[in-house]
């Protein structure tokens, strides 16, 4: 890299102290203005690009993430799932006969907005009920300007805030408690109306004594650091907890159950969202065992879980199939015919959302999955791969670059991502109309990645995403000349607003991004590895590069957005 191989001269050496943190690195704005200056010597591409302030750069990117969270806010949800016509109430397909005959419980982010619509549409109908949602999410919200989001004075609802860091604590618990009081004591006569979001899990804790909350608490981290993933995590959360995998759902019978479900799970997966706790639950707790097994967790799991999981699995193994729930149970709910479980969201939702308005924004746009995973630095070396493949496409002549290797390189390295054929052939054929119309390109993606958290820093998946995403891009530019005719910038972020333990919904990565680092003194691959992405983030050029909305009060998992855009159109 041209550009930064002359600044490893041009910065002087006391001001690269590799490790030191950003907060204290006393010259960094004169050192931002020496970048400048420098620039204007620098070859032309890169010139434009450093010169522009990167908070301006980005715009498009935020507007773009923003428009999907917008997309998915909860009252248009459920406006669009209840319908009330003569005192009856339709949903998913059901029709229900209201006569102030209506409770209303729920726990996850999302739950205060979708209550409030909820109260709009039913008001005199509903009795009473609870709300557990995140510790201080009222204040917050109301802080960012978005009352509309929480309930109303004359709510008949009320509302219990804990979780805090996303862990069950003793607050959330006093809820799960509360709930678990209100619903075991609906007769017939009653709807239950159940709203669930992304972070039900953490706020509607119970679990099966004799396993503690601490100790719930405590295996709860342990998975999270050690790469579980959702469905392993929740897979265990039902096995030793009381409300969840159906259990609240069984508690509330006789009442008529109807959920209403904000995914934030890849494929909308009912049997894991806030680990269904209205679903009827046909895993095995040996599952469980073998999560632990194959985490190589076993000796950190707590005494009183595992000894839990072996009596009921002990037991589980006398039950008849569970695959076949009316075959051996004849207790009233064993078909869970009380129930109706709706979807109302999602992330597909959001993903086109953001697609469409990057279309408004002047580029040609696709969604190519709405369900990625896997580990986070891993999927922002794909994006570097996908960036690789648009920039080959805008240059591509099948006459010049006969067999192109390249281009089946590529192509194989996206589908061991699981990206269909169709996927790969819409891109390509997204950025041949690109080149010919001289647009940008933007590549939308949502889904939930995890990180095996092995350093002491801060940081989250999005941000870890973004990071490896500028490591990645950095040493692909040095590789590939070609790459560098093309201003390419990514967001990784949560709609949720909150990437792992930060106040951070996540963050933005571009092709000046390692030369800024390398500017302040610092070693991207430093902070990747010591899992440090937010302490880099949020001290770097001001926060430019760090994306933050608040809590935005609803939860459809994570949404990318990668802009490819030719810098000069006659140099390609
Ligand atoms: N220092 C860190 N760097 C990167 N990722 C981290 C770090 N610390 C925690 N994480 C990751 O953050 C994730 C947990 O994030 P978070 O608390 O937002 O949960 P969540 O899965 O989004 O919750 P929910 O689905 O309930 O909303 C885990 O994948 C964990 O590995
Ligand atoms: O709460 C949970 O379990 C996660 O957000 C997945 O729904």
């Known amino acids: 890299m041209w550009i930064r191989h002359s600044l490893r001269f041009a910065i002087p050496y006391s001001t690269r102290s590799w490790s030191r943190p950003l907060k204290n690195l006393k010259s960094r704005h004169k050192l931002h203005s020496a970048l400048r200056e420098y620039s204007v010597t620098t070859q032309p591409g890169a010139v434009d690009s450093l010169s522009v302030m990167s908070s301006d750069r980005h715009q498009d990117l935020r507007d773009i993430f923003n428009t999907a969270i917008?997309?998915?806010?909860?009252?248009?949800?459920?406006?669009?799932?209840?319908?009330?016509?003569?005192?009856?109430?339709?949903?998913?397909?059901?029709?229900?006969?209201?006569?102030?005959?209506?409770?209303?419980?729920?726990?996850?982010?999302?739950?205060?907005?979708?209550?409030?619509?909820?109260?709009?549409?039913?008001?005199?109908?509903?009795?009473?009920?609870?709300?557990?949602?995140?510790?201080?999410?009222?204040?917050?919200?109301?802080?960012?300007?978005?009352?509309?989001?929480?309930?109303?004075?004359?709510?008949?609802?009320?509302?219990?805030?804990?979780?805090?860091?996303?862990?069950?604590?003793?607050?959330?618990e006093r809820a799960a408690h509360a709930i678990k009081k209100l619903v075991t004591s609906l007769t017939d006569r009653h709807i239950l109306i159940v709203l669930i979001s992304g972070g039900g899990s953490a706020l509607l804790p119970l679990p099966c004594p004799p396993i503690t909350l601490e100790e719930e608490a405590a295996l709860t981290k342990t998975l999270s650091q050690n790469g579980a993933t959702i469905n392993d995590m929740n897979t265990i959360r039902k096995h030793i907890e009381e409300l969840k995998g159906g259990g609240l759902a069984k508690a509330a019978f006789p009442a008529q159950v109807i959920s209403l479900i904000l995914s934030d799970v890849v494929d909308d997966k009912m049997d894991i969202i806030a680990s269904a706790p209205t679903v009827f639950d046909i895993s095995s707790p040996q599952m469980c065992i073998d999560i632990f097994k194959e985490l190589k967790i076993q000796k950190q799991v707590p005494a009183s879980v595992n000894e839990f999981l072996f009596k009921k699995s002990v037991e589980f193994a006398k039950m008849p199939s569970l695959k076949k729930p009316e075959a051996g149970y004849s207790t009233p709910w064993s078909k869970f015919q009380h129930v109706k479980n709706v979807i109302v969201g999602n992330n597909s939702m959001a993903t086109k959302a953001a697609r469409d308005r990057a279309e408004e924004l002047g580029l040609l746009s696709i969604v190519v999955s709405a369900s990625l995973e896997g580990e986070a630095r891993n999927v922002g070396e794909l994006f570097v791969d996908i960036a690789k493949y648009i920039a080959f496409m805008y240059n591509y002549k099948p006459s010049r670059d006969g067999g192109s290797v390249t281009l089946v390189q590529l192509e194989l390295k996206l589908a061991q991502f699981g990206f269909e054929k169709k996927v790969l052939n819409d891109l390509n054929s997204l950025t041949r109309k690109a080149r010919n119309c001289r647009k940008g390109v933007c590549v939308v993606s949502g889904g939930e990645t995890v990180v095996k958290v092995k350093g002491q820093g801060k940081g989250g998946r999005n941000q870890e995403m973004a990071l490896a995403f500028g490591i990645g891009l950095e040493n692909a530019r040095v590789e590939e000349e070609k790459l560098n005719r093309f201003s390419i910038e990514f967001l990784s972020g949560?709609?949720?607003?909150?990437?792992?333990?930060?106040?951070?919904?996540?963050?933005?990565?571009?092709?000046?991004?390692?030369?800024?680092c390398t500017l302040e003194g610092v070693e991207a691959e430093t902070f990747l590895e010591n899992n440090d992405s937010y302490t880099l983030f949020s001290d770097l050029d001001d926060g430019a590069y760090i994306v933050k909305t608040g809590l935005t009060g609803t939860n459809v998992m994570d949404i990318q957005a990668l802009i490819v855009r030719p810098r000069n159109l006659d140099d390609l």
Do not use: C
């Not at 106040?503 to 991004?513: E, P, Q, S, T, V």
């Open 70 to 172: 917008s997309s998915v806010l909860p009252a248009k949800m459920i406006t669009r799932a209840l319908t009330v016509k003569d005192n009856t109430l339709h949903v998913g397909g059901r029709e229900y006969e209201l006569d102030n005959n209506v409770y209303v419980v729920g726990f996850g982010k999302a739950v205060a907005g979708m209550a409030r619509a909820v109260e709009d549409q039913l008001h005199h109908h509903i009795i009473d009920g609870i709300i557990s949602v995140p510790h201080r999410l009222g204040t917050t919200l109301r802080e960012l300007g978005k009352g509309d989001l929480w309930l109303k004075e004359n709510t008949k609802l009320k509302v219990m805030e804990g979780a805090k860091g996303n862990l069950p604590d003793v607050d959330s």
């Open 494 to 516: 949560g709609t949720d607003g909150q990437d792992g333990p930060t106040d951070a919904a996540g963050a933005i990565a571009d092709d000046n991004l390692i030369q800024k």
